[in-house]
């Protein structure tokens, strides 16, 4: 099936002759990630090897000349961290310039995707996101015991917070006894600080050695624990590391009652906000999706650049002083003084800032479609568009197999239903025309097309066709696929429109509706949507994210309240939920096995359609921003803010 309209053909030829006349840092062809960025430039090198011990003397921008500060030297831990967001596979560290101010677009008023990825800081790291090792960041270093239930901890002798107080280990048990295990603050801790890494296991333990080392424990092996503290779920110090300092004046334990109850009548929590005591600390506590809040003006924190101010239309976000990282000749990082968000409301200012050369980074709000323009704009507004790696598989395909109807469920969990979709999926002209050849046919899933294999299945189901040529469900009625998808990527509704026309070739009815993203959510969560489109991050094992909750919402509930709730799943599922549970528990060294495992459950069962991988991904970057590289992820590039700098 080849329904390419000419209107697709025009795009994909005028995207390949524009990447045909690229320069070689433009290539679209990014596939070999072990290949080395070099251009000659003697300044690059390979810093992995560098010794920060023995770095003598250390440099700050003159930014922060004349404000009165303490010594560069002094503001820096004792051993200051070099920066390894990007590995030299994919970039090779080039000594940049202080100066200057980036400039970044969103449309959320309280959240900057772009920022947040720059400027978040884990506990530990993991080099280019790739999983392979974990390595210290915000902590200097840790250790594992054999059994792999407690890990010890230490940090950085001198780090201090934004405000110029120490981090110590206070921060840490403040951040677990006083707040993660404080029932009126966090009535439920998370799953991935059980043992475990589940609900089911015990909360973790802590035991605080002396004041810059600490120890946690599990009653179970949690060899996973360190790649969940460096990259899972995006999440950075703060569930574990607090401004004791700062927040115990919010904290009823440490605060005045009389000055707490104060403070608490003149914040401005909100109308649907109870005046709590707790409420009010939630809002004063500044977590890392809150960076981009208005009360996050003067929050001590450890991120690189920390916001001044902020109004309706952009936020201005200013260099930490007191930040930990620093280059191979010692000059503390960010080299890029200031960053301005620019808040619009609507997509098409977007597209239109980015092509005028108003935006200096991009990735979360570009798009593939997007690109002819984006290059035929490159030169008259200054900026290069790059294409990398998406780290999602973009489109995933949902058919809630636990929706409330006895009849779907007869049909979609019946797998011979599953595999004939699969079957009728037509992966090439989705590439084609949607990706316009920026992809590849999956491989965690059969992605040939076999339209009579699909309706051979079909036939076996007993799913006849009606008058109107499309199959007959187990209730005499015509069967539906109804698609309730939101507009959150712009392949997402085109897609879903392809499925309808490719399924009808079959005689399987779908039809598409749009809904708000508010909405989407609510009715997924309620399990309200029979068939929906979203991205998952399949390919990055230690996310341990395989759509559950879109393909099995009542049995990934059961599952993860051990039975308390939801609908107990059969037991290819239970399955495939032990492998995922065994999956966030495992070392990198042992998530390999596993995830081979998950896959080849994957191929045998189907639980949803990952028909599409190795998307690519515009970035748009400024011509002089410097320690760019199309190679690797783009959102592993957008994680090595710091390093970027302005070319004279």
Not at 244 to 269: M, N, R, S, T, V
Request: proline share 5%; with cysteine; glycine share 6%.
């Amino acid at each position: 099936m080849k329904n390419v309209t000419k209107l697709a053909f025009a795009f994909i030829f005028l995207l390949s002759m524009i990447i045909a006349g690229c320069t070689n840092n433009e290539s679209a062809n990014t596939n070999n990630e072990e290949e080395l960025v070099s251009n000659g430039d003697e300044n690059k090198q390979d810093i992995s090897e560098v010794d920060v011990s023995q770095i003598k003397e250390f440099k700050q921008s003159p930014m922060l000349n004349d404000k009165g500060l303490p010594d560069v030297k002094e503001r820096l831990p004792l051993e200051p961290k070099l920066p390894n967001e990007m590995p030299a596979k994919f970039l090779q560290f080039e000594i940049g310039k202080y100066g200057g101010e980036l400039n970044t677009v969103t449309r959320d008023p309280k959240w900057d995707a772009d920022l947040f990825v720059m400027s978040n800081e884990p506990l530990l790291n993991t080099p280019g996101i790739l999983g392979e090792e974990v390595t210290g960041n915000v902590l200097k270093d840790y250790e594992v015991t054999e059994d792999q239930k407690e890990f010890t901890f230490y940090m950085r002798e001198g780090l201090k917070w934004s405000d110029g107080e120490p981090v110590t280990t206070e921060d840490v048990r403040f951040a677990v006894e006083d707040v993660l295990l404080n029932e009126e603050i966090m009535p439920i801790v998370p799953s991935w600080l059980h043992s475990g890494g589940n609900a089911q296991g015990n909360p973790l333990k802590l035991e605080v050695v002396d004041e810059y080392t600490y120890k946690i424990s599990f009653d179970e092996p949690y060899g996973g624990f360190p790649i969940a503290l460096a990259i899972g779920n995006w999440r950075g110090y703060n569930d574990l590391l607090k401004p004791a300092h700062y927040l115990k004046q919010f904290h009823k334990k440490y605060a005045d009652a009389a000055e707490l109850e104060k403070l608490i009548k003149e914040a401005k929590l909100g109308e649907d906000t109870e005046s709590t005591w707790v409420n009010f600390f939630n809002y004063m506590d500044i977590t890392e999706r809150e960076m981009s809040h208005s009360n996050a003006v003067g929050f001590p924190s450890l991120y690189p650049w920390t916001m001044k101010e902020m109004d309706k239309t952009y936020a201005i976000y200013e260099r930490n002083p007191y930040y930990f990282k620093v280059d191979p000749e010692g000059n503390q990082l960010p080299y890029i003084d200031s960053i301005k968000s620019t808040i619009v409301q609507d997509t098409e200012v977007v597209g239109l800032k980015t092509i005028a050369g108003e935006v200096d980074f991009s990735r979360e709000t570009t798009a593939l479609t997007k690109m002819p323009v984006y290059r035929e704009n490159a030169e008259k507004g200054g900026y290069e568009a790059l294409l990398a790696n998406m780290h999602v598989t973009p489109s995933d395909v949902f058919l809630n197999q636990t929706y409330n109807d006895p009849v779907w469920r007869e049909v979609v969990q019946d797998i011979r239903f599953r595999q004939a979709l699969n079957f009728a999926i037509d992966r090439e002209e989705i590439i084609d025309s949607l990706y316009f050849g920026f992809a590849e046919p999956s491989e965690i899933t059969d992605s040939k097309l076999d339209l009579d294999k699909a309706n051979q299945l079909l036939d076996e189901m007993g799913m006849k066709k009606g008058t109107d040529g499309y199959r007959i469900g187990p209730d005499g009625k015509r069967f539906s696929i109804p698609f309730e998808v939101q507009a959150a990527a712009p392949d997402i509704v085109p897609l879903a429109e392809l499925l309808v026309e490719m399924w009808k070739e079959i005689g399987i009815h779908a039809a598409v509706k749009t809904i708000d993203g508010t909405l989407w959510g609510t009715r997924n969560t309620a399990n309200e949507l029979k068939a929906s489109i979203m991205w998952t991050h399949t390919p990055l094992y230690y996310m341990s994210d395989y759509g559950e909750t879109f393909w099995g919402p009542l049995w990934d509930s059961w599952w993860q309240s051990g039975g308390e709730t939801g609908e107990e799943p059969p037991e290819h599922v239970k399955k495939f939920f032990t492998l995922m549970d065994e999956l966030q528990v495992s070392t990198p060294e042992e998530a390999k096995a596993v995830e081979e495992k998950i896959r080849e459950e994957m191929k045998n069962n189907l639980h949803y359609f990952v028909h599409v991988e190795k998307v690519k991904q515009p970035l748009i970057v400024n011509n002089k921003l410097g320690n760019i590289t199309d190679k690797g992820t783009a959102i592993s590039i957008n994680f090595a803010g710091e390093q970027m700098y302005f070319k004279e």
